[in-house]
Protein backbone atom coordinates (compact mmCIF):
# COMPACT_ATOMS: atom_id res chain seq x y z
CA UNK A 1 0.00 0.00 0.00
CA UNK A 2 2.75 2.82 0.56
CA UNK A 3 4.36 2.48 -2.92
CA UNK A 4 0.96 3.99 -4.29
CA UNK A 5 1.72 7.08 -1.90
CA UNK A 6 4.70 7.38 -3.64
CA UNK A 7 3.58 6.81 -6.83
CA UNK A 8 0.97 9.63 -5.92
CA UNK A 9 3.57 11.79 -4.92
CA UNK A 10 5.76 11.51 -8.20
CA UNK A 11 2.44 12.13 -10.21
CA UNK A 12 1.92 15.27 -8.36
CA UNK A 13 5.21 16.61 -8.99
CA UNK A 14 4.84 16.03 -12.85
CA UNK A 15 1.85 17.82 -12.66
CA UNK A 16 3.43 20.63 -11.15
CA UNK A 17 5.95 20.75 -13.16
CA UNK A 18 4.00 20.80 -16.24
CA UNK A 19 2.39 23.25 -14.39
CA UNK A 20 5.58 24.79 -14.23
CA UNK A 21 6.57 25.01 -17.88
CA UNK A 22 3.39 25.92 -19.18
CA UNK A 23 3.52 29.65 -16.97
CA UNK A 24 6.26 30.09 -18.27
CA UNK A 25 5.06 29.84 -22.00
CA UNK A 26 1.88 32.31 -21.20
CA UNK A 27 4.17 34.49 -18.86
CA UNK A 28 6.34 34.64 -22.89
CA UNK A 29 3.34 35.05 -24.92
CA UNK A 30 4.18 39.12 -25.83
CA UNK A 31 8.38 38.28 -25.82
CA UNK A 32 9.27 39.03 -29.35
CA UNK A 33 10.91 35.81 -30.80
CA UNK A 34 10.04 33.49 -27.57
CA UNK A 35 10.18 29.42 -28.18
CA UNK A 36 7.65 27.70 -26.41
CA UNK A 37 8.82 24.51 -24.22
CA UNK A 38 7.22 21.12 -23.77
CA UNK A 39 7.91 19.15 -20.32
CA UNK A 40 9.15 15.62 -21.19
CA UNK A 41 8.45 13.01 -18.68
CA UNK A 42 9.10 9.23 -18.64
CA UNK A 43 8.07 6.04 -16.15
CA UNK A 44 10.74 5.43 -13.38
CA UNK A 45 11.53 1.82 -12.36
CA UNK A 46 9.77 -1.00 -12.25
CA UNK A 47 9.48 -3.14 -9.63
CA UNK A 48 9.13 -7.12 -10.75
CA UNK A 49 7.37 -9.47 -8.94
CA UNK A 50 7.21 -12.17 -11.75
CA UNK A 51 9.54 -12.61 -15.06
CA UNK A 52 7.28 -12.90 -17.98
CA UNK A 53 8.34 -16.06 -19.45
CA UNK A 54 8.39 -17.98 -15.94
CA UNK A 55 7.22 -21.47 -15.39
CA UNK A 56 4.39 -21.98 -12.83
CA UNK A 57 5.12 -25.31 -10.45
CA UNK A 58 2.97 -27.41 -13.30
CA UNK A 59 5.38 -26.23 -15.99
CA UNK A 60 3.20 -24.18 -17.95
CA UNK A 61 4.97 -20.67 -18.73
CA UNK A 62 3.58 -17.22 -18.18
CA UNK A 63 2.52 -15.47 -21.44
CA UNK A 64 3.29 -12.15 -18.76
CA UNK A 65 4.88 -10.92 -16.15
CA UNK A 66 4.09 -8.82 -12.64
CA UNK A 67 5.30 -5.64 -13.04
CA UNK A 68 4.29 -2.60 -10.64
CA UNK A 69 5.98 0.62 -11.82
CA UNK A 70 7.32 3.45 -9.49
CA UNK A 71 5.61 6.82 -10.84
CA UNK A 72 7.10 9.23 -13.23
CA UNK A 73 9.33 12.18 -13.74
CA UNK A 74 10.11 15.02 -16.08
CA UNK A 75 14.12 14.37 -18.00
CA UNK A 76 13.66 17.73 -19.87
CA UNK A 77 12.08 20.35 -21.66
CA UNK A 78 12.36 20.55 -25.27
CA UNK A 79 12.17 24.12 -26.74
CA UNK A 80 9.93 24.30 -29.75
CA UNK A 81 11.43 26.13 -32.74
CA UNK A 82 8.72 26.78 -34.72
CA UNK A 83 8.09 29.81 -37.07
CA UNK A 84 6.08 32.90 -34.82
CA UNK A 85 3.87 35.54 -36.30
CA UNK A 86 5.72 38.66 -37.53
CA UNK A 87 4.46 41.97 -36.68
CA UNK A 88 4.64 45.05 -38.60
CA UNK A 89 6.97 48.04 -36.98
CA UNK A 90 7.70 51.64 -38.17
CA UNK A 91 11.29 51.01 -37.41
CA UNK A 92 13.84 49.49 -40.13
CA UNK A 93 16.36 48.17 -37.81
CA UNK A 94 13.69 45.67 -36.38
CA UNK A 95 14.07 42.71 -38.34
CA UNK A 96 12.87 39.70 -38.00
CA UNK A 97 14.23 36.01 -39.76
CA UNK A 98 11.26 34.41 -41.75
CA UNK A 99 12.19 30.59 -41.54
CA UNK A 100 15.52 28.99 -40.47
CA UNK A 101 18.87 30.98 -38.39
CA UNK A 102 19.44 32.79 -35.35
CA UNK A 103 20.90 36.68 -35.05
CA UNK A 104 24.51 36.76 -33.59
CA UNK A 105 25.60 38.76 -30.55
CA UNK A 106 28.23 39.38 -28.37
CA UNK A 107 27.87 39.34 -25.19
CA UNK A 108 29.83 41.48 -22.15
CA UNK A 109 31.90 38.51 -21.52
CA UNK A 110 32.95 37.95 -25.11
CA UNK A 111 30.81 35.43 -26.08
CA UNK A 112 28.55 34.53 -29.02
CA UNK A 113 25.15 34.19 -28.32
CA UNK A 114 22.30 33.88 -30.65
CA UNK A 115 18.76 35.52 -30.62
CA UNK A 116 15.62 35.07 -32.82
CA UNK A 117 14.31 38.78 -31.53
CA UNK A 118 15.26 41.41 -33.53
CA UNK A 119 14.95 44.59 -31.68
CA UNK A 120 18.08 46.01 -33.03
CA UNK A 121 18.61 49.93 -32.91
CA UNK A 122 22.09 51.86 -33.45
CA UNK A 123 24.11 52.82 -30.24
CA UNK A 124 25.92 56.08 -29.58
CA UNK A 125 27.99 55.18 -32.17
CA UNK A 126 26.26 53.93 -34.72
CA UNK A 127 26.77 50.52 -33.83
CA UNK A 128 23.69 47.82 -34.25
CA UNK A 129 22.96 46.51 -30.88
CA UNK A 130 20.50 45.07 -28.24
CA UNK A 131 17.87 46.84 -26.41
CA UNK A 132 20.90 45.27 -23.48
CA UNK A 133 23.41 46.94 -25.63
CA UNK A 134 25.22 43.80 -27.11
CA UNK A 135 26.45 44.32 -30.61
CA UNK A 136 25.71 42.41 -33.37
CA UNK A 137 28.48 39.80 -35.36
CA UNK A 138 29.84 40.81 -37.05
CA UNK A 139 29.78 44.53 -35.41
CA UNK A 140 27.86 46.94 -37.99
CA UNK A 141 28.04 50.63 -37.88
CA UNK A 142 25.30 52.76 -39.83
CA UNK A 143 26.86 56.50 -39.95
CA UNK A 144 24.58 59.24 -39.83
CA UNK A 145 22.02 59.60 -43.04
CA UNK A 146 18.96 58.64 -44.86
CA UNK A 147 17.59 56.29 -46.77
CA UNK A 148 18.52 53.17 -44.71
CA UNK A 149 17.61 49.62 -45.54
CA UNK A 150 18.15 46.34 -44.79
CA UNK A 151 18.20 43.76 -47.77
CA UNK A 152 16.45 40.27 -47.31
CA UNK A 153 20.38 38.80 -47.31
CA UNK A 154 20.90 40.94 -44.62
CA UNK A 155 22.91 44.33 -46.62
CA UNK A 156 22.26 47.17 -44.74
CA UNK A 157 22.47 50.51 -47.00
CA UNK A 158 21.96 54.41 -46.28
CA UNK A 159 22.61 57.22 -48.15
CA UNK A 160 25.22 59.54 -46.25
CA UNK A 161 24.14 63.21 -45.34
CA UNK A 162 25.01 65.29 -48.06
CA UNK A 163 25.56 62.57 -50.86
CA UNK A 164 22.73 61.04 -53.32
CA UNK A 165 24.97 57.44 -53.82
CA UNK A 166 23.80 54.78 -51.85
CA UNK A 167 26.09 53.20 -49.51
CA UNK A 168 26.78 49.56 -47.72
CA UNK A 169 27.20 49.81 -44.20
CA UNK A 170 27.75 45.86 -43.96
CA UNK A 171 25.96 42.30 -43.87
CA UNK A 172 24.15 40.74 -41.62
CA UNK A 173 25.45 36.74 -40.84
CA UNK A 174 22.82 34.63 -39.63
CA UNK A 175 23.59 31.31 -37.82
CA UNK A 176 21.63 27.74 -37.63
CA UNK A 177 21.96 24.65 -35.65
CA UNK A 178 21.41 20.86 -36.84
CA UNK A 179 20.01 20.51 -33.13
CA UNK A 180 18.10 24.00 -31.89
CA UNK A 181 16.12 22.22 -29.32
CA UNK A 182 20.08 21.43 -27.57
CA UNK A 183 20.57 25.42 -27.56
CA UNK A 184 21.20 26.03 -24.09
CA UNK A 185 18.77 29.30 -22.98
CA UNK A 186 20.51 32.19 -20.99
CA UNK A 187 17.61 34.44 -20.73
CA UNK A 188 17.21 37.76 -22.15
CA UNK A 189 15.66 35.88 -25.30
CA UNK A 190 19.61 34.71 -25.98
CA UNK A 191 20.88 31.28 -26.20
CA UNK A 192 24.25 29.82 -25.95
CA UNK A 193 25.68 26.78 -28.27
CA UNK A 194 26.19 22.78 -26.59
CA UNK A 195 27.22 19.97 -27.90
CA UNK A 196 24.01 18.77 -27.81
CA UNK A 197 22.82 21.60 -30.46
CA UNK A 198 25.58 20.88 -32.69
CA UNK A 199 28.10 23.59 -33.71
CA UNK A 200 26.94 26.62 -35.53
CA UNK A 201 26.52 27.03 -39.25
CA UNK A 202 26.93 30.09 -40.40
CA UNK A 203 25.02 31.65 -43.83
CA UNK A 204 23.44 34.41 -45.08
CA UNK A 205 20.03 35.88 -45.09
CA UNK A 206 17.62 33.73 -48.06
CA UNK A 207 20.18 31.48 -49.16
CA UNK A 208 21.23 28.06 -48.56
CA UNK A 209 17.89 26.92 -46.46
CA UNK A 210 18.41 29.84 -44.28
CA UNK A 211 15.27 32.49 -44.10
CA UNK A 212 15.25 35.78 -45.62
CA UNK A 213 15.57 38.89 -43.21
CA UNK A 214 12.52 41.05 -43.23
CA UNK A 215 13.03 44.42 -42.22
CA UNK A 216 10.45 46.77 -40.52
CA UNK A 217 9.31 42.99 -38.97
CA UNK A 218 9.55 41.11 -35.83
CA UNK A 219 9.09 38.09 -34.94
CA UNK A 220 6.85 37.13 -31.92
CA UNK A 221 6.04 34.54 -29.54
CA UNK A 222 5.33 31.33 -30.73
CA UNK A 223 3.10 30.26 -27.85
CA UNK A 224 -0.45 28.81 -28.11
CA UNK A 225 -2.58 30.45 -25.49
CA UNK A 226 -5.79 28.38 -26.37
CA UNK A 227 -3.26 25.13 -26.05
CA UNK A 228 -1.51 26.17 -23.32
CA UNK A 229 -4.98 26.67 -21.44
CA UNK A 230 -5.69 22.94 -22.70
CA UNK A 231 -2.73 21.73 -21.07
CA UNK A 232 -3.03 24.06 -17.76
CA UNK A 233 -6.65 22.08 -17.72
CA UNK A 234 -4.65 18.51 -17.69
CA UNK A 235 -1.80 18.89 -15.42
CA UNK A 236 -4.49 20.09 -12.87
CA UNK A 237 -7.10 17.23 -13.21
CA UNK A 238 -3.83 14.84 -13.16
CA UNK A 239 -2.47 17.03 -10.07
CA UNK A 240 -6.14 16.21 -8.32
CA UNK A 241 -6.78 12.66 -9.06
CA UNK A 242 -3.17 12.28 -8.00
CA UNK A 243 -4.07 13.90 -4.76
CA UNK A 244 -7.38 11.69 -4.47
CA UNK A 245 -5.02 8.69 -4.95
CA UNK A 246 -3.24 9.78 -2.00
CA UNK A 247 -6.28 10.61 -0.10
CA UNK A 248 -7.85 6.99 -0.92
CA UNK A 249 -4.48 5.12 -0.32
CA UNK A 250 -4.37 6.73 3.57
CA UNK A 251 -8.10 5.86 4.33
CA UNK A 252 -7.18 1.99 3.05
CA UNK A 253 -4.27 2.04 5.25
CA UNK A 254 -6.30 3.39 8.01
CA UNK A 255 -9.06 0.83 7.83
CA UNK A 256 -5.94 -1.84 8.04
CA UNK A 257 -4.60 -0.85 11.07
CA UNK A 258 -8.22 -1.15 12.54
CA UNK A 259 -8.55 -4.72 11.74
Known amino acids: MMRSLYIAKTGMESSQFRLDVISNNLANVGTKGFKRSNAVFEDLMYQTLREPGSRLQTGEEL??????????????????????????????????????????????????AYTRNGQFQRGPTGRLETAEGYPLQPEITVPDGTGFQVAADGTISYIPAGDTTRVDAGQLELADFINPAG?????????????????????????????????????????????????????QRAYEMNSRAIKTSDEMLQRLTQL
Open 63 to 112: PTGLHVGLGSAATATARVHTQGGLSTTDNVFDLAVNGRGFFKVTTPDGET
Open 183 to 235: LESLGGNLYRETTASGAPVAGTGGLLGFGAIKSGFLEESNVNVAEELVGMIQA
